[in-house]
């Protein structure tokens, strides 16, 4: 995959290019809202590709080599061989044929860890949008040393075991020998400095663990199981790298009175036989106030009316419609008048109706009822 083929991009494109660009495929995909055939794996492509053009280290090696991966291009058919393959192979084509594996810079500044929160919302808010102020822990650079881990007024040293490169010989026995192989310093942790007089807040790590503040803008259509991305709210990175991102991922409480699915909501509406058979104009409760709803004569339960640009907002424009289905009530208790009402009517009808007596059980739990 080539990721800036997948982003839609040149190889000079910047970092502000690469991220407009992401937002904007990954909303196009994204399987919540584009429900077309082949869109989720589209949306997986994408965020596949930003994973590598956000990172230095992986854009490097893409850029230079073609691939993100440690595996050698070419040689005894195309194969190639991983690094740690066979026993230090990997070591011996590093020797004479001039590598082709590809290693990570320790030294090299990289983006901190991307966090997740789930934040749950009210309905209302899901559909007008609002804000939140969260708290949540994470790592931070400390504002004592600066991230340099070391005491102020001091500076870090070039380490004295592999001189500022971050990176040691070691020498291994293999089946062909004493091998020699590389691997990251074991005193400065890669990052080729050495720390003798370290801070006192952080204890010489650089990073401390902080409560941290966001005030997260929820979009007006946010839908439950949504995520956002916050840039540069995640943890800090390692060698004065870049802060990772948050996802916020949206949990939204169901409501008593509405449905929703995607920027349509439904509800029920109770009405009458006789609304039902005559018809009537009701007051219906939308998520934007009550309207009126006119009921046609003759009306059956189970018919759906629409009620247009009633619903939820869509996130890119637009609003849904309310959806009411009909429930035609049947009373449960008629006085002599409605009884003899309804013979007559079925009567005009040419049926004739046997009334059937409700039993005991029926007549006592009435009376309960009705203490």
Request: hydrophobic share 25%; proline share 4%; with cysteine.
């Amino acid at each position: 995959m080539d990721p800036y083929e997948t982003l839609g991009l040149d190889r000079n494109a910047s970092e502000a290019e690469i991220k407009k660009a992401y937002r904007q495929l990954s909303k196009k995909y994204h399987p919540d809202l584009n429900k077309n055939p082949g869109a989720e794996e589209k949306f997986k492509e994408v965020n596949d590709a930003y994973d590598i053009l956000k990172d230095p280290q992986a854009k490097a090696r893409f850029d230079q080599y073609g691939t993100t991966g440690n595996q050698q291009q070419g040689g005894f058919g195309g194969g190639g061989f991983e690094e740690g393959d066979f026993g230090g192979f990997g070591d011996i084509f590093n020797s004479f044929f001039g590598g082709g594996t590809t290693r990570q810079d320790p030294t090299a500044p990289k983006a901190g860890r991307d966090l997740e929160y789930r934040m749950k919302i009210k309905f209302d808010e899901a559909i007008f949008g609002g804000s939140q102020t969260i708290h949540y822990n994470r790592q931070e650079y400390c504002g004592t040393c600066q991230g340099s881990g070391a005491k102020p007024g001091t500076t870090a040293k070039t380490c004295h075991r592999c001189h500022g490169s971050g990176y040691i010989r070691v020498n291994r026995r293999t089946a062909l020998g004493m091998m020699q192989s590389q691997q990251v310093c074991d005193v400065c942790g890669g990052t080729g400095k050495e720390v003798t007089e370290k801070c006192e807040t952080c204890s010489g790590r650089g990073k401390i663990t902080k409560s941290h503040t966001v005030e997260v803008k929820i979009p007006a259509g946010i839908e439950d199981g949504q995520r956002m991305r916050l840039d540069g709210q995640g943890a800090a990175g390692e060698n004065q790298g870049p802060y990772g991102d948050l996802y916020i991922y949206f949990a939204v409480e169901a409501s008593k009175d509405f449905q929703r699915d995607g920027a349509t909501i439904y509800s029920r509406v109770i009405i009458s036989f006789p609304q039902a058979a005559l018809g009537d104009t009701i007051k219906v409760k939308t998520v934007r106030g009550k309207v009126d709803l006119k009921i046609p004569a003759g009306t059956q339960t189970g018919t759906v009316f629409r009620l247009r640009e009633q619903g939820a907002p869509r996130l890119h424009g637009g609003v849904g419609d309310h959806k009411v289905t009909i429930d035609i009530v049947t009373p449960k208790h008629l006085n002599v008048k409605q009884k003899e009402a309804l013979q007559n009517y079925a009567e005009l009808g040419g049926s004739k109706i046997k009334e059937q007596d409700r039993n005991f059980f029926e007549r006592m739990r009435d009376k309960f009822n009705n203490i």
